[in-house]
């Protein structure tokens, strides 16, 4: 025998820590997906009306849309396995066009599967534990969080066990399948909130009491779209094993009194504003406090113990030093290098690790898109180099939670060869934008042209460091499905008489200090609204008080005046 | 006061003729029933003889009706009817585990309206014992589906998170 040891592939066997199906969920999915395929088959033998079948295709994900049929896959908060990341290579390869599209939503989907395919792609999904489960439809929505939870150093606790527990509790809830409206739940373990809680349905902050016992601040009655309305505090503590129990009161209001008179007065935000938040409250603390709950929070105990063992890290190499003398020197060597290191570098808490953010927003290209080779390049780095855990964040991009400071100069050359090193992570060109007129029937202007031309004007990476934190967004209607009101300067596509015209606010912010951004003016044209936002651009760099003061703090003191002057002055 | 022959009730596994009869508000009253009224008429000067007659009495509610008006009627009723204005209405469904859950109630649970096989599951899991569905093209696609999950996430009824601690039960003992 040989002394020659082949060096097995590092990682290729690595059991990432996230959730992985026990019996139960395997059967749950098997039985959906051939519920669905019967479905599916009723349809094309004329049993079921587009009318009845509509509901039953949105609660599994599937839209018809401009061209053609949709499938939005479900990524539950946002985590991925490498396999499981492969394996939407595969089925883009396979079913649809070679590419995927990564959604705010922190979902996936693919643009044009043919409808009898459908429950061949969910039996793919489900070989790995995935599904598309209410991705839409007026039920509960796949659950969102912090993209870097269980990383962070700010965090407070791990949000996705609980929200791994409400994936669970909500997959097709018998009694909240047929809401008012769709449903949204958004949960942050840091008070640092990356998860734009304060947007949503339900909005839920994890805190401690002063025992430092876990809890919620429970929120509700946020949204976007066309009535956008910053969510209220509905418990200020709620006892983290009361969660299932009161989520569901809430619930159970909304599907009584939510209204189902008008679809664009439905969404629980109209309940609240309408009741006034004091008389919702009530209503939902009466009807908490009718049920009985204490069973429910002891099998929840028990429940999340279970679930929280499949969060536990793994793999982490122990004792590692705060710095790596080769990445050090590399940051000093390479100057690309050291301006992708600043721009998409975030601290790990794991001392010798650090979090990778993967933008998908290269300058020209389609927010949020990847082909079937980059899956494949950031599944196989995943495995090689980050203990085979993936994320996708809510504004598009994907993470690499657990990368080895050693390890970082490969990966990013590695990402580089792939397509993936653009090193503008929080800048300019890191715009979120719903598909658009491109892909959508509701769309009235056209979202990705429009992101793609902002990109290309401020190509010079210089530029857009020395602009520094600037987040865009931009709708192609009132729908809002790119939170333009949350963007520093957001852009709504409308139409005019058969013109797009865009619509710019300033102020949005969908962090921590959530913010509803104000309309500036009268609209611009299509081809005037680069223009427009470089003009934006130049008036904040021309007032700051140095690049301390962030495009959002300039805008808080100096108001919307200068750039009106400068925007509509000369027309 | 005639029977729906364009309909059938689905109940105990199997289709039937329905045996009940929807009472119009102005109608007279039939001495055993069996007979459906509004919540209105329930309530109203004829209550007191639903109360204490013998005859055979159900309720059919509209979905903003106040549940909490039926209190006085509650061990007389043998059928309480909730309809589906439209599938998509899942206001039912909450009516439903109120009932069954808070408010004691045991008698036939009647969804009405339109109700459709897709909803069967969940509605059956929500305290629903008793479907009308309408013949035609509705009662072939009943006949047609099913495929029913057995995996359920939620109470009422026996969930994952209870039988995942069945097990972790029997580990203990183990």
């Known amino acids: 025998m040989s002394a020659t040891v082949l060096e097995a592939p590092v990682g290729a066997s690595v059991t990432p820590a996230t959730y992985c199906y026990d019996a139960f969920d395997k059967q749950f999915v098997a039985e959906r997906t051939a519920q669905f395929r019967d479905q599916v088959e009723r349809r094309l033998a004329g049993l079921l009306t587009e009318e009845q079948f509509k509901p039953l295709r949105l609660m599994n994900g599937v839209y018809l849309q401009l061209h053609a049929y949709m499938l939005r896959v479900a990524i539950p908060y946002g985590t991925l396995s490498a396999v499981q990341l492969r394996r939407l290579a595969d089925i883009a390869e396979r079913f649809d066009k070679g590419y995927g599209h990564f959604t705010t939503r922190q979902n996936l989907q693919f643009n044009w599967p043919r409808l009898v395919e459908i429950p061949d792609i969910l039996e793919q999904l489900a070989e790995v534990e995935m599904h598309a489960i209410q991705t839409s439809g007026n039920c509960i929505r796949n659950v969102t969080t912090d993209q ?131 008389a919702f409250r009530a209503a939902v603390e009466a009807e908490y406090a009718a049920g009985e709950h204490a069973a429910e929070a002891a099998l929840t105990r028990a429940e999340l113990a279970r679930i929280q063992a499949h969060f536990q890290p793994i793999g982490y190499e122990d004792d590692l030093p705060e710095r790596d003398p080769g990445f050090d020197r590399a940051v000093f060597e390479d100057e690309v290098f050291a301006g992708w290191v600043r721009g998409n570098l975030v601290r790990h808490k794991v001392p010798g690790y650090a979090i990778v953010n993967i933008s998908l927003k290269p300058v020209g290209g389609i927010p949020g898109d990847a082909t079937a080779a980059q899956m494949r390049t950031v599944a196989d780095l995943a495995e090689r180099h980050g203990l085979g855990e993936i994320r996708v964040t809510h504004e598009q991009n994907l993470v690499l939670p657990h990368v080895r400071l050693r390890d970082v100069h490969a990966v990013w050359e590695a990402l580089g060869e792939a397509g993936l090193a653009t090193p503008n992570l929080g800048l300019i060109s890191d715009i979120i934008a719903c598909p658009g007129m491109d892909y959508c029937a509701l769309a009235t202007a056209r979202s990705i042209p429009v992101a793609q031309a902002v990109a290309r004007r401020f190509a010079d990476l210089d530029r857009q460091r020395q602009i520094g934190d600037l987040k865009i967004k931009i709708s192609g209607c009132i729908n809002a499905c790119g939170h333009h009101h949350v963007g520093h300067i957001g852009i709504l596509g409308l139409e005019k008489k058969g013109v797009e015209s865009y619509q710019i606010t300033l102020g949005g912010d969908a962090g921590a200090d959530a913010a509803i951004g104000k309309i500036l003016g009268p609209g611009f044209a299509y081809d005037e609204i680069t223009d427009a936002v470089e003009t934006i651009v130049d008036t904040y760099l021309q007032g700051r008080n140095g690049p301390g003061e962030t495009f959002l703090a300039f805008h808080a003191r100096v108001g919307a005046a200068p750039f009106k002057e400068a925007l509509y002055a000369a027309r | 006061m005639q029977h729906d022959e364009n309909r059938l009730v689905f109940q105990d596994g199997q289709f039937t003729d329905d045996v009940w009869v929807d009472l119009p508000d102005d109608g007279p009253i039939p001495v055993e029933g069996p007979a459906i009224v509004t919540l209105v008429r329930l309530a109203g000067d004829d209550g007191e003889y639903f109360l204490h007659g013998g005859c055979r009495i159900g309720v059919r509610l509209r979905p903003e009706d106040r549940l909490g008006d039926l209190v006085p009627w509650m061990a007389r009723l043998e059928l309480i009817a909730l309809n589906f204005e439209k599938f998509t209405d899942g206001r039912p469904y909450s009516a439903a585990r109120l009932l069954r859950e808070r408010m004691g109630y045991r008698g036939r649970l009647r969804a009405t309206g339109e109700v459709l096989v897709d909803q069967y599951a969940a509605m059956r899991r929500c305290g629903f014992d008793s479907f009308v569905v309408a013949k035609g093209r509705a009662l072939r696609s009943w006949q047609a589906a099913r495929i029913e999950m057995s995996v359920r996430y939620q109470a009422p009824q026996e969930s994952v998170l209870e039988r995942r601690h069945a097990r972790r039960a029997v580990l203990e003992v183990a």
């Open chain 1, 148 to 278: 870097w939870a269980g990383v962070a150093a700010d965090e407070i606790m791990d949000p996705r066990p609980w929200c791994e527990l409400l994936r669970q509790w909500s997959s097709l809830h018998p009694e909240f399948s047929f809401l008012p409206r769709k449903f949204k739940i958004a949960v942050t373990g840091s008070p640092v909130d990356r998860a734009a809680v304060a947007t949503h349905d339900i909005g839920l902050r994890m805190k401690r009491d002063g025992e430092g016992r876990p809890g919620f601040e429970v929120l509700a009655g946020g949204g976007l779209g066309r009535t956008p309305i910053l969510a209220r505090t509905v418990r200020a503590f709620l006892p983290a094993d009361e969660l299932l129990a009161y989520v569901g009161a809430i619930l159970r209001v909304y599907n009584r009194f939510g209204r189902r008179d008008n679809k664009f007065k439905a969404r629980i935000k109209i309940l609240v504003h309408e009741q006034g938040i004091e």
